[in-house]
């Protein structure tokens, strides 16, 4: 046990969800029984469920036909928070859609869970309490008044009359509540009616909690199991079920639980309150051995479908039908549903966490929450997007910032252009034309040469110091290192790879137009991306590959920029086309938000869509993308849609949860089924803030404090 609950302490409960929350546990399984947790009906209990972000599961040990105002409510909310609802009983379920209104198809029937016992003879264990050679009657489990003992104790003079023989044993303490409310009336008052009709030396009180090993011991030696209970209104007996596991032979009165358990057969149903049915059942059964026996076989076989395994069987069946749920139809916590969202507003821009993710080598590659992860070490598809972004925050401070503003941003622009930039120098291996990716902490590489996206990636990152820094030094090494890294592209297989370099290229070309070499590049990568789209295209799949998979925006994005740089209408049209299916596929149809391609599988042509893990570089890319086809285009459907997905950072998505860190100005890695990954790494962090900076050029938005 990790955590125990304080019962009256609300903070208690939130602290619980708090710790269950940062130790990322993937599924909550509350059992659920009146009286465990504190306050009205037990209240409490909701507190803790309400900041939960992850899945919950409950079973309901109890539900009521005829809750009171608060029992009510509760239970309604319980089950509002609850993904599933696991009951034992079929009429519990029923109550449950009758009364509390819990719709059918969320609520599980998972039996009482019983011990894979052997089929035993009763002698087996009778010596163990010295009643051998006895006919053993016994009743089990927590004593209170409500339990009815008192009417087998009054039966026993005509059992006995019959079976000199018969002994009963009540096995159990007294229920806890009972005891400090009323202390131990209720077994004293038993003991006196035993001793008053002349019963006494057949009674035998156990009174103790007993270990699972006992407990089996104690059903095990019994020749009938009774169950004597006052009234109805009880849908779950444990004991009962322990006693059908153990094929006994069992008298009950016809509780709810009883009556669906020993249906067929299984087991004897007397009415309440009746010693004489009692006594002649009783007598029925010790009188015929063989009708006993064949109840007893009844019930053990009924019962091979609730021991322990097949129960665990139904749990993780329930659990894996609230995974498939969340993928299929996202929960939006209760927490998100409270919090109010400033949609289609500029977040201030802060750099906190994109310095405290960057060393004098570069910017680490991933982080445990908000704590750089050294063991990972660095890569150069990071460095290239932060990269990237120091470009663009330069040149954000030339025109958009207030004095004070440009005197914080220019610095720390040009330093981490600097830094990035030199990853991106060291990362090149001369001998092979390529670009290396992985750096371990201790500074040495992996690799010699990294992936083609990675190579796509540094070209898009050293073009944008081309096309837009005003560092010399800068400007220099990075031309440089697009003479040398450039040619190895024509050999690129990969579109994403393409789109990445056309980025860069058309960068490089807005201060070198002249450059032959780069045009005829730009040429040869754009004509490949239409091939490949004009040969794979179809009504229903407009898209350039048979899978919708990762960067899928940077696509059509590259076509629109190249279409439109070299005028060319075939190119723009099916950069538009492409980048309108793109955006309708990656549309919830229900609330209209952005919901980029899961990275859980994808999106394969005639297949399923992944809708999650969703990753920030999906939304950044439908920003860019959509911004660039609102310029080619002027269409404000283009504005609105760069828009929508900049808001999926902000919180409108399928959970509702902010993917952006206001407080450290870095972003959360994804979003899962069940909530947001919060680490904030380095591919979501300067995706973000790229988006961020993108944005603010959409015309007509007025320029906003947003850099602390």
């Not at 087991?267 to 010790?286: M, R």
């Not at 004009?534 to 190249?562: C, D, H, M, T």
Request: charged share 25%; glycine share 6%; hydrophobic share 40%.
């Amino acid at each position: 046990m990790r955590w125990s609950l304080a019962q009256d302490d609300v903070k208690s409960y939130q602290g619980a969800a708090e710790f269950l929350n940062f130790n990322n546990i993937d599924m909550v399984c509350l059992q659920h029984e009146y009286g465990i947790f504190g306050g009205p009906a037990g209240s409490r209990i909701l507190h803790l469920l309400r900041g939960l972000k992850m899945p919950v599961v409950t079973t309901l040990h109890t539900v009521l036909r005829e809750p009171d105002p608060n029992q009510l409510v509760v239970m309604e909310e319980i089950a509002e928070l609850s993904d599933r609802l696991i009951v034992m009983s079929q009429l519990s379920s029923q109550f449950l859609q009758e009364i509390f209104k819990v719709p059918g198809n969320k609520i599980d029937m998972v039996p009482h869970g019983v011990p894979d016992l052997p089929f035993l003879d009763p002698n087996f264990y009778k010596d163990r309490f010295g009643v051998e050679g006895k006919a053993v009657l016994l009743t089990f489990g927590l004593l209170s008044p409500n339990k009815g003992i008192e009417n087998v104790i009054q039966a026993l003079p005509q059992i006995l009359s019959k079976h000199k023989n018969v002994t009963y044993i009540v096995a159990g303490a007294t229920h806890p509540h009972i005891l400090r409310r009323e202390g131990d009336k209720y077994r004293a008052s038993l003991q006196a009616l035993a001793k008053e009709i002349g019963v006494e030396s057949q009674v035998i009180f156990h009174n103790r909690f007993v270990s699972p090993e006992e407990m089996v011991e104690f059903i095990g030696a019994a020749d009938i199991y009774i169950t004597p209970y006052r009234h109805e209104a009880q849908v779950v007996s444990g004991t009962l079920a322990y006693a059908l596991g153990a094929g006994k032979a069992i008298i009950s009165t016809p509780y709810w639980h009883a009556i669906e358990l020993l249906d067929d057969r299984r087991g004897a149903l007397v009415p309440f309150q009746n010693p004489d049915a009692i006594a002649q059942k009783t007598i029925e059964l010790l009188d015929t051995p063989a009708i006993r026996h064949a109840m007893r076989k009844r019930a053990y076989l009924f019962a091979r479908e609730m021991v322990w395994k097949r129960v665990a069987q139904g749990y993780m069946e329930s659990f894996s039908r609230v995974r498939s749920d969340r993928m299929e139809s996202p929960r939006v916590q209760f927490s998100a549903r409270m919090t109010h969202k400033l949609l289609d507003q500029l977040p201030e821009l802060k750099l906190d966490h994109l310095n405290r993710m960057t060393d004098d080598t570069g910017i680490l590659q991933h982080s445990i929450f908000t704590i750089p992860n050294r063991r990972e070490g660095y890569t150069t598809d990071d460095n290239a997007r932060a990269l990237i972004f120091a470009v663009l925050l330069g040149q954000l401070g030339n025109g958009q910032l207030n004095n004070d503003q440009r005197e914080r941003a220019n610095p720390a622009a040009e330093d981490s252009t600097l830094r990035y930039l030199s990853f991106l120098e060291h990362a090149f291996n001369p001998a092979k034309g390529r670009f290396k990716n992985f750096l371990r902490y201790d500074r040495r590489w992996n690799e010699p040469v990294g992936s083609e996206d990675c190579h796509g990636r540094a070209l898009w990152a050293l073009g944008s110091v081309l096309g837009r820094s005003q560092d010399q030094g800068c400007r220099g090494a990075a031309g440089r290192l697009v003479e040398f890294s450039l040619p190895a592209v024509l050999e690129f297989s990969s579109p994403r790879a393409w789109a990445y370099t056309l980025l860069g290229i058309q960068e490089y070309l807005t201060s070198y137009p002249g450059d032959r070499d780069a045009q005829k590049i730009r040429s040869a990568l754009s004509r490949r991306l239409l091939e490949m789209y004009e040969s794979i295209r179809r009504p229903e799949w407009k898209w350039f590959e048979n899978v919708l998979a990762y960067g899928n925006a940077r696509l059509p994005q590259a076509l629109l920029l190249a279409g439109a740089a070299c005028s060319d209408d075939r190119m723009i049209s099916a950069g538009l086309e492409s980048l309108d299916w793109l955006s309708k596929t990656q549309h919830c149809e229900i609330n209209c938000h952005f919901v980029p391609i899961g990275s859980q599988g994808f999106y394969r042509q005639d297949g399923e869509k992944a809708r999650f893990d969703q990753q920030p570089i999906e939304a950044a890319g439908a920003v860019s993308a959509c911004l660039q086809a609102y310029r080619v285009t002027s269409d404000s459907r283009w504005r609105n849609e760069a828009w929508s997905a900049f808001n999926w950072f902000l919180g409108d998505n399928d959970l509702q949860l902010p993917l952006y860190d206001s407080v450290t100005g870095g972003c959360r890695d994804g979003l899962h089924p069940d909530r947001a990954n919060e680490n904030q790494g380095a591919e979501s962090t300067p995706s973000f803030l790229m988006a961020l900076l993108e944005v603010r050029s959409v015309p007509d938005l007025e320029p906003k404090e947003i850099l602390s």
